[in-house]
């Protein structure tokens, strides 16, 4: 393959996710749920497939789900985009996240992020030819994950074209509050940068979250720079469907569009509609799927520590890390791939997640989005 490339080997989410299948391990590795999502959705789907959606939709996406999306935004955040033009139906918030990059980026353009990052960013900022810039998120004494603001300004320059900013940030379950995004808007202004931000946590920001979810694109100035991304897949549990989207001022979705259509085309007609229907469900559909994540957070954190873990605090996502120093563990990577032998678990190690190994060489991601019998089982072949 091609020398841009050959550092990216099997994601980690597939390793792991093979292991645990080998193993018989509980996979709290790969963030996926064990239920499936709202019954309307589903149906909603099998009536597309029943009824002929089944054929090529239009490029853009179809125009239900690009209202949907767009009133969505209207309703949470106050965020209004027009479904023609400021509206993007994608394969999943991945292809969304690749698309922008290379519909932005020119090679040898820098992109600024936060690490540790979702492994795609790092792929996708090499197929555009562009250049990370990464600015390192470390626990606090309180465990907290925090950037140092020196640290951010020194990652921006004359060459820096864009940031990536993921909030709910997987994996450390940082939600990043109002006055740390402030700091990120304003380098992003002086220095003439857009912003695209992944916000496919969006609605699993916990009750002692630092802050509530606020979009990068509500800060003053940042709306037109901003290229605001998110995904079905966590919100209604059907990560398997691959529907994702990109809001923006249309000049940058047009960039974002232009590149869609050749990585694409288009994607997953009959699940489209049922994504819109989804969307449009009350307040009430959003509040238990939080309060139910939340719960089992609650019960992962508390079997975690039990099990001897340091626990880092988690406050959204689908994710917790931990610190296997009080285990004896140096090396998350060399832990994960033994502790499914070990202990019919399996997770993934954090340091696979930064440029620098060392700086997450001990921390270790459990995903929490699955049954409680299923992390009450996890816990207990944790505990040994
Ligand atoms: N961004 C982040 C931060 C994620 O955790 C994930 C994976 N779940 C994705 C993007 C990918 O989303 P999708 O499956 O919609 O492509
Ligand atoms: N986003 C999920 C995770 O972080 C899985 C994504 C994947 O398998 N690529 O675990």
Known sequence: GVRRMRPFGTTIFAEMSALAVRTGAVNLGQGFPDTDGPPEMLEAAAEALRTGHNQYPPGPGIPALRAAVAEHQ??????????????????????????????????????????????????????????????????????RYGFDPDELRAAFGPR????????????????????????????????????VTD???????????ADVHVPLATLPGMRERTVRISSAGKTFSCT???????????????AVTRV???????????????????????????????????????????????????VLPSEGTYFVTTDITPLGG???????????????????????????????KRLVRFAFCKRPEVIDEAVRRLRG
């Not at 469907?241 to 990109?246: E, F, M, R, T, Y």
């Open 260 to 310: 869609k259509q050749f990585l694409t085309y288009v994607n997953g007609a009959p699940f489209q509609p049922a994504v819109a229907v989804a969307l449009g469900l009350p307040d009430s559909y959003y509040e238990g799927f939080r309060a139910g994540l939340e719960a089992r957070r609650d019960q992962l954190v508390a079997g975690l520590g039990d099990a001897g873990f340091r």
């Open 74 to 143: 209207r309703r949470f955040w106050g965020l209004a985009y027009d479904p023609d033009g400021e509206v993007l139906v994608t394969a999943g918030a991945t292809e969304a996240v690749a698309a922008t990059i290379l519909g932005l980026c020119e090679p040898g353009d820098e992109v600024v992020c936060f690490e540790p990052y979702y492994d795609s960013y790092a792929a996708s900022i090499a197929l555009a030819g562009a250049v990370r810039r990464p600015v390192t998120l470390r626990p606090s004494a309180g465990g």
């Open 199 to 209: 916000e496919v946590y969006e609605h699993l920001v916990f009750s002692d979250a």
């Open 330 to 360: 140096t090396d998350g990577m060399e832990f994960c791939r033994t502790l499914p032998e070990r202990c019919g678990v399996a997770a993934v190690p954090t340091e696979v997640f930064y440029d620098d190994p060392e700086a997450g």
């Open 160 to 195: 820096t074209r864009l940031v990536l900013l993921n909030s709910p940030h997987n994996p450390t379950g940082k939600v990043f509050t109002r006055a740390e995004l402030a700091q990120v808007a304003e380098l992003c202004q002086e220095y003439g940068a857009y912003a």
């Open 240 to 254: 398997g469907w691959k529907v994702g989207w990109a809001s923006g001022p249309a000049e940058l979705v047009t």
